[in-house]
């Protein structure tokens, strides 16, 4: 592009421009956009659709990615209201029917067996489940449960009214029997709000602080810089620790909890943007003017210096998916059984000296390619926002 172009066009479309020339930021924006699509519409793409994708199946727990099994789909003698769309969209809805899973069904002149997927000790919680039935007996060489009817028409009846489904999990199960990839696919939910809500808490604060230190300058920019001093010396996780502690765990005070540490950068930023400005002359023709002091902060500073804060917005947006899935490992984050990247590693770290190390991978994983793709942009933000570019 010649001199005289760049001359005709604004500096949004230049950015714009050089933001596009940039492949990995593009990627990167594609590979957010992506989970953030999959983490809005959740429940319409994943298997399980229960609130938490929390269908416990003991019977098939830590099954290994691929694996398939028969279901045999009992409705509930009190079935769940009819869930609303918005309603199902954000939290699910709960299951109509219980689910038993078989090897398979043989049907003789005398009887029919159906040969549950169990094992012995798990017998006994399904007995109370199916009608009033009874578990007897055991497969001689599958060792799983059978359920046997007397009649042949009983048998058709019942199997007929109970729908026979096959489920795969491309993922395998956890070891709650829970489908892995619901799971995983539900826990971008938590890590992708956790970093809007933190970087939307770390703009309002730190946008307030850094510009009442660097506009007023004087007593006011010596108490904002020691209170920024004070906060910056103090380990950001033992910080977001004793809020959390302070203000319970949950979800929401994890969302306030990080929001309430990252804005000290932000902060900083602000005030050193606004040092270097003040003193220009749009500055002093809106003092000659009149304008109140918050009018030219936030309507005449603060447009001119939003390229270095998008660019720590995107940063901020990485820490704050490490931080809640720190949390969410050390127990005092995200609560179950709301599933939750850092939590999914919790539950399954022990499995990866064994031969299920896939279901404390895969969620690490999942989270060192969000952080990397926010990492990514902001460098592509940066290179696209520099003037001098």
């Given at each position: 592009?010649?001199?005289?172009?760049?001359?005709?066009?604004?500096p949004?479309?230049?950015?714009?421009?050089?933001?596009?020339?940039?492949?990995?930021?593009?990627?990167?924006?594609?590979?957010?956009?992506i989970?953030?699509?999959?983490?809005?519409?959740?429940?319409?793409?994943?298997?399980?659709?229960?609130?938490?994708?929390?269908?416990?199946?003991?019977?098939?727990s830590?099954?290994?990615?691929?694996?398939?099994?028969?279901m045999?789909?009992?409705?509930?003698?009190?079935?769940?209201?009819?869930?609303?769309?918005?309603?199902?969209?954000?939290?699910?809805?709960?299951?109509?029917?219980?689910?038993?899973?078989?090897d398979?069904?043989?049907?003789?002149?005398?009887?029919?067996?159906?040969?549950?997927?169990?094992?012995?000790?798990?017998?006994?919680?399904?007995?109370?489940?199916?009608?009033?039935?009874?578990?007897?007996?055991?497969?001689?060489?599958?060792?799983?449960?059978?359920?046997?009817?007397?009649?042949?028409?009983?048998?058709?009846?019942?199997?007929?009214?109970?729908?026979?489904?096959?489920?795969?999990?491309?993922?395998?199960?956890?070891?709650?029997?829970?489908?892995f990839?619901?799971?995983?696919?539900?826990?971008?939910?938590?890590?992708?709000?956790?970093?809007?809500?933190?970087?939307?808490?770390?703009?309002?604060?730190?946008?307030?602080?850094?510009?009442?230190?660097?506009?007023?300058?004087?007593?006011?920019?010596?108490?904002?810089?020691?209170?920024?001093?004070?906060?910056?010396?103090?380990?950001?996780?033992?910080?977001v620790?004793?809020?959390?502690?302070?203000?319970?765990?949950?979800?929401?005070?994890?969302?306030?909890?990080?929001?309430?540490?990252m804005?000290?950068?932000?902060?900083?930023?602000?005030?050193?943007?606004?040092?270097?400005?003040?003193?220009?002359?749009?500055?002093?023709?809106?003092?000659?003017?009149?304008?109140?002091?918050?009018?030219?902060?936030?309507?005449?500073?603060?447009?001119?210096?939003?390229?270095?804060?998008?660019?720590?917005?995107?940063?901020?947006?990485a820490?704050a998916?490490?931080l809640?899935?720190?949390?969410?490992?050390?127990?005092?984050?995200?609560?179950?059984?709301?599933?939750?990247?850092?939590?999914?590693?919790?539950?399954?770290?022990?499995?990866?000296?064994?031969?299920?190390?896939?279901?404390?991978?895969?969620?690490?994983?999942?989270?060192?390619?969000?952080?990397?793709?926010?990492?990514?942009?902001?460098?592509?933000?940066?290179?696209?926002?520099?003037?001098?570019?």
């Amino acid at each position: 592009m010649d001199e005289k172009t760049k001359q005709n066009q604004s500096p949004k479309a230049l950015a714009w421009k050089r933001f596009r020339s940039n492949r990995l930021g593009m990627v990167s924006c594609g590979f957010v956009l992506i989970w953030a699509i999959l983490a809005l519409f959740a429940y319409t793409i994943i298997p399980d659709k229960t609130p938490n994708a929390n269908r416990q199946i003991l019977e098939i727990s830590t099954k290994k990615p691929g694996f398939e099994v028969d279901m045999l789909m009992i409705p509930k003698e009190t079935p769940p209201a009819k869930t609303p769309f918005f309603q199902f969209l954000f939290n699910g809805r709960p299951d109509d029917c219980i689910y038993l899973p078989f090897d398979s069904i043989r049907v003789d002149a005398s009887q029919t067996t159906v040969y549950l997927y169990q094992s012995e000790a798990s017998l006994n919680v399904r007995t109370e489940i199916i009608d009033n039935k009874e578990l007897v007996g055991f497969g001689a060489s599958t060792g799983s449960g059978v359920l046997v009817f007397t009649s042949a028409e009983e048998a058709d009846t019942y199997i007929r009214t109970h729908c026979v489904k096959h489920r795969k999990f491309l993922l395998g199960t956890d070891q709650f029997g829970r489908d892995f990839l619901s799971r995983l696919v539900l826990g971008s939910r938590i890590s992708l709000t956790v970093g809007f809500i933190a970087v939307l808490l770390s703009l309002m604060i730190g946008i307030l602080v850094g510009s009442l230190g660097g506009f007023f300058r004087g007593k006011v920019d010596d108490a904002v810089v020691w209170f920024i001093n004070v906060v910056w010396s103090i380990p950001t996780l033992l910080l977001v620790i004793a809020i959390t502690f302070a203000l319970g765990k949950g979800i929401a005070q994890v969302f306030i909890a990080v929001g309430l540490t990252m804005w000290v950068e932000v902060a900083r930023i602000v005030r050193g943007q606004i040092l270097s400005i003040r003193e220009t002359t749009f500055v002093e023709a809106g003092r000659a003017l009149g304008f109140r002091d918050l009018r030219i902060i936030f309507k005449h500073i603060l447009p001119n210096i939003l390229n270095p804060i998008i660019v720590v917005s995107a940063a901020n947006f990485a820490s704050a998916i490490l931080l809640e899935a720190g949390l969410s490992f050390l127990g005092i984050g995200v609560q179950p059984p709301m599933p939750s990247w850092g939590s999914m590693i919790k539950e399954n770290y022990a499995f990866i000296i064994l031969d299920a190390a896939y279901l404390a991978i895969l969620p690490g994983i999942a989270i060192m390619l969000l952080v990397l793709a926010f990492m990514l942009i902001g460098n592509a933000l940066r290179e696209a926002l520099d003037v001098k570019n």
